[in-house]
């Protein structure tokens, strides 16, 4: 069983710059990929980033591909996403999942969620 809880969300202009952060439970954080979802009022949850248990392997969104970036440090049992140049569009509860094999970008095939942080990105 793994626990994930987020935080570091909040309202930022547009062009700014939020890091997300994601602490997990457990002894065996390292084995486990981690990815970043997000989801917009009306909208499904989306897949944004992941990155595997090692931190050798991202994969992102083209949606935000050169702005957003994932990192962990498994010292501390925690996944990081850096957020820059953020848009309106970015405005989503964003979520953390972990999932014991590799990645998938679909949702229902991640099996711990946290509880969602909002961010929210004004013009």
């Known amino acids: 069983q793994v626990q994930l809880v987020e935080s570091g969300g909040g309202s930022v202009q547009a062009g700014g710059s939020l890091r997300l952060s994601c602490a997990a439970s457990?002894?065996?954080?390292?084995?486990?990929?981690m990815g970043w979802f997000r989801q917009a009022p009306g909208k499904e949850r989306e897949f944004v980033e992941a990155?595997?248990?090692?931190?050798?392997?991202?994969y992102y969104a083209d949606s935000v591909k050169g702005r957003f970036t994932i990192s962990r440090d498994n010292a501390k049992n925690t996944v990081y996403l850096q957020m820059s140049s953020l848009k309106p569009e970015d405005t989503a509860v964003y979520y953390c999942?972990?999932?014991?094999?590799?990645?998938?970008?679909?949702?229902?095939?991640?099996?711990?969620w946290g509880q969602g942080t909002q961010v929210t990105v004004s013009s």
């Open positions: 990155i595997s248990g090692s931190g050798g392997t991202t």
């Open positions: 457990g002894r065996t954080f390292s084995s486990y990929t």
């Open positions: 999942a972990a999932r014991p094999e590799s990645v998938r970008t679909t949702k229902s095939e991640w099996n711990y």
